[in-house]
């Protein structure tokens, strides 16, 4: 008898298979997920202590213990965790007395730290929780994660008695009902308390501003997650400042169309003209401002040369074949640093945004310069990046350091493509004097002539380079590091340093007093 073709075996062995089910001898398996990691198996109702909850914090001093000791409460948590963000009135030292284990976040912002806490997790099921929430019935922690105990969810976040506020009725409401009206249900749709399986996680994207908890959400939605939502009663949670919920607004606005663009629910190009806008408006120095909160003090550091060992400018040029182009410009003198600006910008242009992110995460820092920073935050300074770079690049910069604030210059990108124009940020101009060229030192006068009380009494600049030298002599103390202008290294105002440690040192005999930050 002649042996069959493998095809035919094949046929007829599924066949065989499919008879067995219909007569109920073998199991109908489902069809598998569209994400691998969500195929895990239901825990045992009755397990004790079997989640992670972790509390990404930034100078919650006020409330972290509480939170930290509610947390260990719960008989469902297994450990705590708090990721802090470079807190400057203590939130590490009172969680971890409280009883939490405690990282440092890897950059400033709180999409960053909800990420970095889900590795280091010792369980298969993660509870985020705020650090400034009160008032919390005991329970929650068990009740978001029975869902997830019982097979029923995978991501459940919690609905709570306060109602939405006015970023989630009046921008993210609206636009999960245009975009995603299948999960347009969910009452706080921002909400930062939730839970989750840990591979599920693992699985998403972790945005960095105020969008990162509808990110998580939607992210979960479209991998084919199961979601839910408890209802955890009254809460008491700190609102956001009115002057923050423009750029909450735009955050949440350009994550909900980036989301919908990838599920193909969006065909026109809002999403990169939303991000140019919330770009601009972090930039500018009017935003910048009311982030001061009555600070008396300022410290603004070059980026270029000073907190990085190299240049921005060079490193992207490397990393996208064009050092030589860059190199010659730099090399000729010729024309004023506007003019070269543009032309730089030009050779720059059809790169995508993300190698300049890639680039600016990738950067070197010098040694010393987070701790640094974070002590003169410490000392009531208010800390920030001013560069002759982009703020593409000085942005992502500013968050490594866990300064305040980045002030530099825009490129533009065209659905996050680079058009190669650069637009010089305002701040870089003197208003009394839009003749007087770009320069970093009219960033310091409207710091100077800003009229909100109390006024700037403190300023401090650090710089490398001949064109922090006006900027220098505008402030009261001026530090050169590893200075590479022999105009520098001559001037009797200012102070020569080798690094930031040994700044660091120096730091006592400044007579600056230790005070929490505003």
Excluded at 194 to 199: H, L, V, W, Y
Aim: hydrophobic fraction near 45%.
């Amino acid at each position: 008898m002649a042996i069959p073709p493998k095809w035919l075996s094949n046929v007829l062995g599924w066949l065989v298979v499919k008879a067995r089910q219909v007569m109920g001898t073998l199991p109908i398996k489902n069809k598998p997920t569209r994400v691998k990691t969500l195929d895990i198996q239901p825990f045992a109702i009755g397990l004790k202590a079997y989640a992670t909850v972790v509390i990404p914090a930034l100078n919650e001093a006020k409330r972290i213990s509480e939170v930290v000791a509610y947390a260990l409460s719960d008989p469902a948590t297994a450990e705590v965790i708090v990721v802090d963000d470079s807190s400057i009135d203590g939130t590490a030292e009172l969680a971890r007395l409280a009883g939490a284990k405690v990282m440092i976040s890897s950059m400033l912002g709180k999409g960053a730290s909800m990420h970095d806490g889900v590795a280091p997790a010792q369980s298969n099921v993660l509870v985020y929780l705020d650090g400034d929430l009160t008032g919390l019935r005991s329970g929650i922690i068990t009740d978001l994660c029975a869902p997830i105990l019982r097979g029923e969810a995978d991501f459940v976040k919690a609905k709570f008695g306060r109602g939405g506020g006015r970023v989630t009725e009046l921008t993210a409401k609206p636009m999960l009902k245009i975009f995603f009206p299948e999960v347009a249900h969910f009452s706080q749709p921002l909400g930062g308390i939730i839970a989750a399986r840990k591979p599920l996680l693992q699985a998403l994207s972790f945005e960095d501003g105020y969008g990162v908890d509808v990110g998580l959400l939607l992210d979960a939605h479209l991998l084919g997650a199961k979601l839910a939502e408890v209802d955890i009663g009254s809460l008491d949670h700190d609102s956001q400042p009115l002057h923050d919920l423009t750029l909450m607004a735009n955050e949440v606005g350009r994550v909900i169309f980036a989301r919908a663009k990838t599920a193909g629910r969006l065909h026109v190009e809002q999403v990169a003209a939303m991000y140019e806008s919330q770009r601009q408006a972090a930039s500018g120095i009017d935003y910048v401002l009311t982030r001061r909160k009555a600070r008396q003090r300022l410290l603004l550091i070059d980026m270029d040369g000073t907190v990085t060992k190299s240049r921005y400018a060079l490193e992207l040029a490397r990393a996208t074949g064009h050092e030589s182009a860059l190199m010659q410009m730099l090399d000729d003198n010729g024309g004023d640093s506007a003019t070269r600006s543009d032309k730089i910008a030009k050779l720059f242009q059809y790169i995508h945004k993300k190698k300049f992110e890639q680039v600016a995460h990738d950067i070197t820092l010098r040694s010393g310069v987070i701790e640094f920073v974070n002590q003169m935050r410490r000392r009531g300074f208010m800390v920030g990046l001013v560069s002759d770079s982009y703020f593409v690049a000085a942005e992502i910069v500013r968050r490594r350091i866990f300064a305040d604030f980045a002030m530099a210059h825009t490129i533009r990108f065209d659905n996050d493509v680079c058009a190669g124009e650069i637009r010089i940020n305002p701040a870089f101009y003197n208003p009394q004097d839009k003749n007087s060229g770009v320069c970093k030192s009219n960033v310091l006068r409207c710091f100077l002539t800003d009229p909100t009380l109390p006024a700037i009494n403190l300023t401090w600049v650090i710089g490398d380079n001949i064109n922090d030298l006006q900027l220098m002599q505008l402030a009261d103390r001026a530090f050169a590091i590893d200075p590479k202008s022999p105009i520098l290294r001559n001037e009797p105002f200012i102070t020569q340093i080798e690094s930031f440690e040994e700044l660091l040192a120096m730091l006592p005999n400044h007579e600056l007093q230790t005070q929490a930050m505003a």
